[in-house]
């Protein structure tokens, strides 16, 4: 049986940057986070081996891991840890892919079911090699959790099916409650920051999803610290609630390693307060805007508070 490669730091086939290596800065203290110790942190590593998981915890560095893990909150990466694109801010390994793990969508779901979640948060490398981009894939594992824990809400992180016609459509019709695509960065910088996709792109996914079936919560995200400007962040914002998105994030660009996009800036809490102030302005059912802010961070009240804020839309308040 096809296994995908689950060992922390020893991927498989990992293409090397040959970028300059880029001093990193300092993170100033209201970035530091402590290190996992937690039972309940080595808890959740040992189930994710057990079940021959990969997270993207683990897979991008996140800063946040020691405080999800204790919480017994995981984002599954699937399809593989080893991705055909090359962002400039991402630590996901480059190259050739995984074989696909067929049994990987029911081994996700076990270990929902074991954790107990009210809320998944499932996401994936980029699959350019497949024909539907793993959109089956990301299907099955939906249609898995159900089985294994039907009261528990899921939310998706997707890539953006780049000429995968037809993709789209079968990932709606398992019908995810949160249906997440990031635009990570202002349009301006996708040509260094996010080579192989395009912005417009992007937006025209989340806008197709409403249109197709508006009761799924779509949601997206962007990081500053990139080299964007304030009135840029503003723009993508305007972009998102034209294609009806109701929830942004916005966090802190943290370079990975030193061949990594190197930090612009380090954004202070209070314009990150400013951010959120905005995009309510703006519209947004709901928005995530702090230094640490991820996609998947705190993502089962994120979903409560989302279907509070709609169902009070609904009403009139």
Same mark, same amino acid.
């Given at each position: 049986?096809?296994?995908?490669?689950?060992?922390?730091?020893?991927?498989?086939?990992?293409?090397?940057?040959?970028?300059?290596?880029?001093?990193?800065?300092?993170?100033?203290?209201?970035? &530091?986070?402590?290190?996992?110790?937690?039972?309940?942190?080595?808890?959740? &590593?040992?189930?994710?081996?057990?079940?021959?998981?990969?997270?993207?915890?683990?897979?991008?560095?996140?800063?946040?891991?020691?405080?999800?893990?204790?919480?017994?909150?995981?984002?599954?990466?699937?399809?593989?840890?080893?991705?055909? &694109?090359?962002?400039?801010?991402?630590?996901?390994?480059?190259?050739?892919?995984?074989?696909?793990?067929?049994?990987?969508?029911? %081994?996700?779901?076990?270990?929902?079911?074991?954790?107990?979640?009210?809320?998944?948060?499932?996401?994936?490398?980029?699959?350019?090699?497949?024909?539907?981009?793993?959109?089956?894939?990301?299907?099955?594992?939906?249609?898995?959790?159900?089985?294994?824990?039907?009261?528990?809400?899921?939310?998706?992180?997707?890539?953006?099916?780049?000429?995968?016609?037809?993709?789209?459509?079968?990932?709606?019709?398992?019908?995810?409650?949160?249906?997440?695509? %990031?635009?990570?960065?202002?349009?301006?910088?996708?040509?260094?920051? &996010?080579?192989?996709?395009?912005?417009?792109?992007?937006?025209?996914?989340?806008?197709?999803?409403?249109?197709?079936?508006?009761?799924?919560?779509?949601?997206?995200?962007?990081?500053?610290?990139?080299?964007?400007?304030?009135?840029?962040?503003?723009?993508?914002?305007?972009?998102?609630?034209?294609?009806?998105?109701?929830?942004?994030?916005?966090?802190?660009?943290?370079?990975?390693?030193?061949?990594?996009?190197?930090?612009?800036?380090?954004?202070?809490?209070?314009?990150?307060?400013?951010?959120?102030?905005?995009?309510?302005?703006?519209?947004?059912?709901?928005?995530?805007?702090?230094?640490?802010?991820?996609?998947?961070?705190?993502?089962?009240?994120?979903?409560?508070?989302?279907?509070?804020?709609?169902?009070?839309?609904?009403?009139?308040?």
């Amino acid at each position: 049986m096809p296994q995908i490669n689950t060992t922390k730091g020893a991927k498989r086939h990992p293409e090397k940057r040959k970028n300059p290596d880029r001093p990193q800065p300092r993170r100033p203290k209201w970035l &530091r986070v402590k290190a996992p110790v937690s039972a309940a942190y080595a808890q959740t &590593r040992s189930l994710m081996r057990d079940h021959n998981l990969v997270t993207v915890c683990e897979e991008a560095a996140c800063p946040n891991i020691g405080e999800c893990w204790a919480q017994k909150h995981a984002t599954m990466m699937i399809l593989g840890s080893v991705c055909t &694109r090359a962002c400039a801010f991402c630590n996901v390994a480059t190259g050739r892919p995984d074989v696909l793990d067929l049994d990987e969508p029911e %081994n996700v779901a076990k270990a929902v079911a074991s954790l107990g979640l009210r809320h998944v948060v499932i996401t994936s490398v980029d699959r350019d090699d497949l024909a539907d981009g793993g959109a089956a894939h990301f299907a099955r594992t939906i249609e898995f959790i159900r089985l294994y824990s039907a009261s528990t809400t899921i939310e998706i992180l997707t890539p953006d099916f780049l000429r995968k016609d037809g993709a789209l459509e079968v990932i709606i019709a398992a019908h995810p409650d949160v249906f997440n695509h %990031n635009m990570e960065t202002v349009p301006r910088l996708y040509p260094t920051i &996010r080579p192989g996709a395009r912005y417009f792109h992007s937006l025209s996914i989340l806008k197709q999803v409403k249109k197709i079936d508006p009761s799924i919560f779509t949601k997206s995200g962007i990081m500053v610290g990139l080299g964007e400007k304030d009135d840029e962040v503003g723009q993508v914002m305007d972009d998102l609630r034209r294609a009806n998105v109701d929830f942004m994030t916005i966090g802190q660009y943290l370079q990975p390693t030193p061949k990594h996009a190197p930090v612009d800036r380090f954004v202070e809490p209070t314009l990150f307060d400013a951010y959120a102030m905005q995009g309510k302005e703006k519209g947004f059912l709901l928005m995530s805007s702090t230094p640490l802010t991820r996609s998947s961070y705190h993502a089962d009240e994120d979903f409560a508070a989302l279907q509070k804020a709609r169902n009070s839309m609904l009403a009139g308040g």
